[in-house]
């Protein structure tokens, strides 16, 4: 496993690409809410956490979780034009809201300019109750070791 760094987990990157564009030759505006849960995924990944850890499949397929995490609110917000070939860092900022909610804030830059920010916000819920529940452990750790830099405690 890698060195769990927040250089790994928390601060990632994208080049944007021909396809993320529309016919002016800039981002399609929901290509920046996929390219947030992209990051996530991502974040999750280089933390240690596998897709099937986190993910219900609902293929049949044998996960080891029962608890989904729907998106129940997403927003972003545009402050410059975003390009083909553009090299975007992004910054993750999760943020444990209660025992079963949580939120991701998003930072796009470019050479250190933000041209774009995202917030999405998740809830736990049993993939079969459809039920409100806790947030699965996997979850919790990912939450509480990205606040230890901000040097805010987990509830």
């Known amino acids: ?3 769990k760094t927040l250089q790994n987990w928390l601060h990632l990157q994208r080049i944007v690409r021909f396809g993320d564009t529309d016919a002016a ?3 399609h505006f929901h290509q920046l809410l996929r390219w947030s849960h992209e990051a996530w995924e991502e974040s999750l990944d280089r933390y240690g956490l596998k897709a ?4 219900p499949s609902s293929l049949g397929i044998s996960t080891s979780t029962s608890v989904a ?3 129940v ?8 034009p975003i390009g083909i070939g553009d090299k975007l860092n992004v910054q993750l900022v999760p943020v444990r809201l ?3 909610s949580f939120e991701v804030q998003f930072t796009f830059q470019r050479r250190e300019q933000n041209v774009a920010v995202a917030l999405v916000r998740h809830r736990s819920i049993d993939s079969d109750s459809r039920r409100l529940c806790d947030l699965p452990e996997g979850i919790d750790r990912w939450l509480e070791a990205s606040s230890l830099h901000r040097g ?4």
């Open 69 to 71: 995490l729907p998106i």
């Open 52 to 55: 099937v850890d986190v993910f």
């Open 73 to 80: 609110h997403c927003e972003a917000d545009f402050f410059l």
């Open 25 to 27: 030759g800039v981002i």
């Open 152 to 155: 805010v405690s987990a509830i």
């Open 98 to 100: 209660n025992i079963g």
């Open 1 to 3: 496993m890698q060195s």
